[in-house]
Structure formats: C-alpha cells, structure tokens
C-alpha cells in the first residue's frame, strides 16, 4: 500500500507539470490563430503552444501572446516593442487537483538579429487580487537582458535530448534550441500567486537600435515559456514545473498520452518517446528597416548670442539626405510672439551630406527678453525634414535714460556695458636651470658612477646616474585655448667624448634614460572663495605703481589638495582653499624610457583633449631623470642632445 501510494504520488507530482491552465501568462483555452505582423496597439493575439515532459509521455500548452511595433524603423534608429500585459483569473483547480498558488512565470524573448538591445520597462507593477476581493498586492516583474549563460536572473534552459526511463513511464528532455544571446526574459519572479487570484500584469516595453540593412525585416518572438504550480496531491504540497519550448498544434494535449493515439506521436513507454518537435515560434510584430533618416547639427560652438545688430551666421551640417538637391532652413518655437523670420538655405551632396547657413538676430526674440531660451531649427526640401534645437542667450538692449515720476518708492535703472579687451600674443617655451648639479639652462649634470668594487662603485652592476631635467617653462598666451604638447626625443645615443677600445663599449643607448615628469602652476597663488578681494586683486606681480601687490594663479588652478588635471576653479566666490600650486588643464606625461630617432617622442606634459583643452598661462613641465650605467663601458663623459618640442593646436 506504501510503495501504491508513493508511486502515485511521485507521479502526481511530475503530474502538476502538465497543468497547462495555470500558466498565468495568456488566455486559457483555444482562439484562432491571428497572423502577426506591425499591428498597432493594442496588436495582434496570437496563438502560441510550447511543448514540455510529463509522465506519460509530453504535453503542449497555448498561450496568447500579443506584441506591437511600428511598420517601419529607419536604419540607425530607436523604435518599440510592446509585449501587451492583461488579467487573468489564477485556477482553483485542475482536473479536480486542487491548485494552491503558481509563481516563476517567465517568457523569453531573443534580441532580433539586425538590432541592438537599449533598454526594457514594464509600464508598472504587477499585481493580483484574492479570490473574493480583498486587498491589492502588488510587485515588480523582473526584466533582464542576458548576455551570457552567468548573467544573472537567466534561466532559459539548455537543449537536452529527449529520454525515457526505460521501464517506467518518466520522460525528460528539451527539444528546443540552446539559448542565443542576448535575450530577454520577463518573469513575475518568486512572487506566489494564490488560486483564484486575478492577476495582472504590465505591458512590457523594450527600447531596440535598427542595426540591420535597409530592407531587412526584424521579427520578435518568444522562444520559451516557463512556469511553476504548486498543488496538493494525495495531502502532499509538491511544485513542479513547466519548462516549455515552442512546437506545432498537431500533437495531443491528453494526460495520459496512449500509445497509439490519434494525433500524438509517442512510442512505447519502454524505448525513447518520440516528442513534439522543436518548430519555430510565430512571429508576434515585425518592423522593416528603412532607409537612415536624414539628421542635421548646428556647427556653431556654445553659448549662441544674439547681436544687437546684424546677424550672427549659424553653420548647419547633416547627412542621410537623399535628395541632391536644396532646400529652406526656419526657426520655430522659441519666445512667444517672436517673429522668428530669418531664413536660411542649405544644398546636399550626391553623398547625401548637407551644408546649409540661416542668420540669428533679434527677429527671434522679444526686446523685454532677458533669459536664454531654446530655438527650433528646421531643414526641409520638400519631400524630407529634419530639425534641431539650439540654445540661445537673447541681445538685451540697455537703458541710457531713465524717468521716475512722483510715486514715491519708484526705481529707474540705466545701463552700462563694460568691456575688457584681451589681446593674445604667442606660445612659446624657455628652459630654466634647476638645481646647483646643472651648470646652466642648457645642460644636465647627472650624477657620476665609478667603476669597481667596494664602497663607492658600481660593484660590477648596473648602476643609475641620476639628475634633473632643466625646467621646461611653457607660456601659452595665445588665448586660443586650443591646447599643446612638449614632447621629448634623444637626437642619438650617448657617445663617449673620449673613446678607447671597442666601439659597442663607449655606448650607452638611449633607451637606458628614462624620466618621471612632473608639472606645476609657473605662479602658484589662490583664490579668496569669499568675494572680498583686496581691491585690484588678483593683479601682476609685481603690481602696477599705484596698485597693491598680490598673486594670483598663473593657469586655471585646481583646489589645495587636488591632482592636477582634475577639476579647476574659477568664478565670483570660487576659492582654491590656499595657495594652488597645480594646473587644472595641464597634466605630466607618464614615466617613460626616452629614444633616439629610431624610436618615438615622449611626452613631457600637455593639455587634455577634446572641443575645449584650455590650458593658457604659464606652467613649469619637470623631470626626474635616470640613465643605466652599464659595467662593461669604457670610462669618459658620455652625452646625448634631448630635443624638446612644443605643438600647439
């Protein structure tokens, strides 16, 4: 009687696995199968059936599935799925089993070929509410891109062959495909949904690039359903799991399956069952990847003013425009009751680049307008369109007179701009002795190594001839701000003065020399960081006759305690926390072995890169400098000649 009750509770058990109608995720039942295609929402329905395991051979499971995506998505483009949510009454029971709760609903969705993933949301929590009412419980569906087997909160199942136990009627196996990375899977997660609970879940929507050739059509389907229920079998509480790959609808969806049966293909209980087999899920929304949508760019850099005569000319480019041909450029938006009616013209390239000019002035802006507001620019030639916004800081016309009448408390303002011309002059570099060991600024005394054994020598090894590099002293006043680089390259090798024996041994190569460069602010200073200037202060040192002496930084520094090339200070109240001493646009290059021609420069110091570098003012470039002495080289004075190079940009 034990071993009879167990057996039917083993199977029992397995059983649960085949409880098609508590999957939770669509209709229960049958509906016509829709075709897919780029429906609008709400989409299409369609039907879907995913085959799995049970204990007397396999069973199939429908699911509704019902997604949306726009027709067409030009190429290099974002566009839309929607994976469309909806309500379901949990069941109580099946085939008079009683039903306790269902959790682990997941659908799987591969990232279409032709696409790149961006980013995936549901539209709100899931939830669900008791049988009877009651009060609402809500939770978050898990959504996961999975890049790889590890990522977690993947669980897509592996292919694995279709067995059965001999001489038992257990079967096991997944027919579908291995997982193809990058997937989606949208699960409710360990969340337990009770019998007779409504559930509902959010629409899912997943952002994707349009990678693929123009004309090519991106398909989203699911390739695997998951789900788990938990009921009570014979008193026992046992949880199985439906793990279900995509099949057609020919196969019999009976417990027990018996052999022979009309419509299902199962083989003796004893050899391996022959199973539903694998077929490509139906395509749920499909979109065509159209031709690249033409785009254009305003060249100009920030901030955009605008004069208080004439016009400021704004520089426009763009690509992808099929016409070769020329069309308008427009302003809209912007303040209202503006006119916005200056017009401009662009013509495009056989290559489909477009270059175009429109005028800016005041016709886009109000006289009272004091703020920077953003402007739309359109391009159209008729049969394609693009726009862009820009940024904008109005022209604000200055009051030279003004009247208060007899109201008492009455203000009146009048105008004055000030304006300070600055003058740039050059970039230029100048060396600077450093340290007592060099005799000048042009020579570098390194240390001197002896040869031997004992105190004092090189006991027979390499030893290091150690100095400094005369200060490098960059002043960049050009007020480009485009940036620089100083570079540094041994002309040859080290060659002895005086030679004797062979010619290999009164060489020292000039990959022996290595520096470690180091950078400084050429005049250290601070900033107050409280708006109480000394008054003319910061100013020159030493300061003009008339004028208090004080010092301010000679680049644009960064705070005490800061690295150089971090973030820099500047501005009404900006302080530097004492005397800085290191630049915020200018940093040293790495350690580095030097080289002779053969070989390439190395870098001293330099700005940084990118649309803005900066790096005016003056700025002291420093090394450390090292050259191995080899044992086996003939004594003399060996020397090379360091060439150091400046570009500007």
């Excluded at 039907?47 to 051979?57: D, K, L, M, V």
């Excluded at 979109?287 to 005569?309: D, E, K, L, M, Q």
């Excluded at 953003?374 to 007179?401: K, M, R």
């Excluded at 290999?504 to 900033?527: R, Y």
């Amino acid at each position: 009687m034990r071993t009879y009750r167990g057996r039917l509770s083993r199977i029992g058990a397995v059983a649960a696995a085949t409880l098609i109608s508590v999957a939770g995720l669509g209709a229960i039942g049958l509906i016509s199968a829709t075709p897919a295609g780029a429906a609008p929402s709400p989409g299409v329905p369609t039907e879907q059936y995913f085959g799995f395991p049970g204990p007397t051979g396999f069973s199939v499971v429908n699911t509704i599935a019902d997604a949306f995506s726009v027709a067409s998505a030009s190429q290099g483009s974002n566009f839309t799925v929607t994976n469309v949510g909806g309500s379901q009454v949990v069941p109580t029971t099946n085939s008079g089993v009683p039903v306790n709760y269902i959790s682990n609903n997941a659908t799987y969705y591969e990232i279409p070929a032709g696409t790149t993933y961006v980013s995936a949301a549901a539209a709100g929590d899931a939830s669900y509410v008791p049988s009877g009412g009651g009060a609402t419980t809500s939770f978050a569906e898990t959504v996961v891109e999975c890049t790889s087997a590890s990522t977690p909160g993947c669980t897509a199942t592996p292919n694995s062959p279709i067995v059965a136990v001999s001489g038992t009627a257990t079967y096991s196996g997944f027919a579908g495909p291995n997982p193809t990375y990058p997937y989606l899977e949208v699960s409710t997660g360990a969340t337990q949904i009770p019998a007779g609970a409504t559930l509902t879940l959010a629409d899912v929507t997943v952002t994707l690039t349009a990678t693929g050739t123009v004309g090519s059509t991106i398909n989203w389907s699911q390739f695997e359903f998951d789900t788990s229920a938990n009921v009570t079998l014979f008193g026992n509480h046992v949880t199985a799991a439906v793990l279900g790959y995509p099949t057609d609808t020919s196969f019999c969806n009976t417990v027990p399956n018996t052999y022979p049966t009309t419509g299902c293909a199962l083989g003796p209980f004893t050899t391996v069952a022959t199973s539903p087999t694998y077929e490509a899920p139906p395509v749920l929304t499909s979109t065509v990847i159209g031709a690249p949508a033409p785009f254009i760019n305003v060249t100009n850099a920030a901030p955009i003013s605008i004069p208080g005569t004439g016009t400021t000319t704004i520089n426009v480019t763009g690509a992808n425009w099929t016409d070769s041909s020329a069309g308008t450029l427009a302003w809209s938006g912007g303040v209202a009751g503006a006119a916005n009616s200056d017009v401009g013209t662009f013509t495009v390239s056989a290559t489909g680049a477009l270059t175009g000019t429109i005028p800016l002035s005041t016709a886009e802006q109000l006289a009272t307008t004091s703020s920077p507001f953003s402007l739309t620019l359109t391009a159209t030639d008729g049969a394609e369109s693009s726009t862009a916004t820009i940024t904008v800081t109005p022209y604000q016309a200055f009051n030279t007179t003004c009247t208060i009448g007899v109201a008492s408390g009455a203000t009146c303002t009048i105008n004055q701009d000030i304006v300070a011309t600055v003058i740039g002059t050059s970039l230029t570099i100048s060396e600077v002795q450093t340290g007592p060991a060099n005799p000048s600024n042009s020579i570098v005394a390194l240390s001197p190594v002896t040869l031997g054994l004992g105190a004092g020598t090189n006991n027979q090894q390499f030893d290091q001839a150690l100095g400094y590099l005369n200060t490098v002293v960059v002043s960049d006043d050009r007020g480009t701000l485009g940036g620089w680089t100083v570079t540094g390259q041994l002309g040859s090798d080290f060659n002895n003065a005086t030679p004797h024996g062979p010619a290999l041994d009164n060489v020292i190569p000039a990959d022996f020399l290595t520096w470690q460069p180091a950078v400084a602010l050429e005049t250290a200073g601070s900033l107050p960081g409280n708006n109480l200037n000394t008054i003319g202060c910061p100013d020159q040192t030493p300061a003009p006759t008339g004028y208090p002496s004080c010092t301010g930084p000679s680049g644009l520094p960064v705070p005490v305690g800061g690295a150089a090339g971090s973030t820099g200070v500047n501005g009404t109240g900006a302080g530097t926390g004492g005397v800085a001493t290191l630049p915020a646009e200018v940093t040293a290059g790495n350690p580095a072995v030097l080289n002779n021609p053969a070989g390439s420069a190395a870098e001293l110091c330099a700005t940084g890169t990118g649309a803005a570098p900066g790096g005016g003012g003056g700025f002291l470039c420093e090394a450390g400098l090292s050259l191995a002495i080899p044992p086996y080289v003939a004594a003399g004075s060996y020397s090379a000649t360091l060439n150091i190079v400046v570009i500007g940009y």
